[in-house]
């Protein structure tokens, strides 16, 4: 298992930010494609944004030039920048990195299964 641990959620009302965290160990950043992910109750775990070990990011369509994914290698940190939230963006989010280093990138984000997980999750709840 991956030690992910995941940070920063919190409630907040439509239109709100917030700023979520991941740190993981330093080999994971120098090596693998990482992504954030949600799952929202009922529902199945799917892609929000991925960042390769190029920096080179991806995001899922619904949350394209809302959200922003990166990272900081010196602080073995993942960032996910969330703006004008949605109730519908209410999840548990979860980092996570590639099953294999694939020279550093990513598989589509929509591709879930291609990613391991080892977090516990942080809960973002938007109220309208």
């Known amino acids: 298992q991956v030690q992910l641990v995941e940070s920063g959620g919190d409630s907040v009302e439509t239109g709100g930010s917030l700023r979520l965290s991941c740190a993981a160990p330093a080999y994971i950043f120098s090596d693998y494609c990482m992504g954030w992910f949600r799952q929202a109750p009922g529902k199945e775990r799917e892609g929000v944004a991925t960042?390769?070990?190029?920096?080179?990011?991806n995001y899922e369509d619904t949350v394209e030039g809302r959200f922003s994914i990166s990272k900081d290698n010196t602080k073995n940190t993942l960032f996910l920048e969330m703006n004008s939230l949605k109730p519908e963006d209410s999840a548990m989010y979860y980092c996570a990195r590639r099953l294999r280093v694939a020279d550093g990138f990513c598989a589509p984000v929509d591709r879930v299964t291609d990613y391991i997980f080892g977090g516990q999750g942080t809960q973002v709840t938007v109220s309208s």
């Open positions: 960042i390769d070990r190029y920096g080179r990011t």
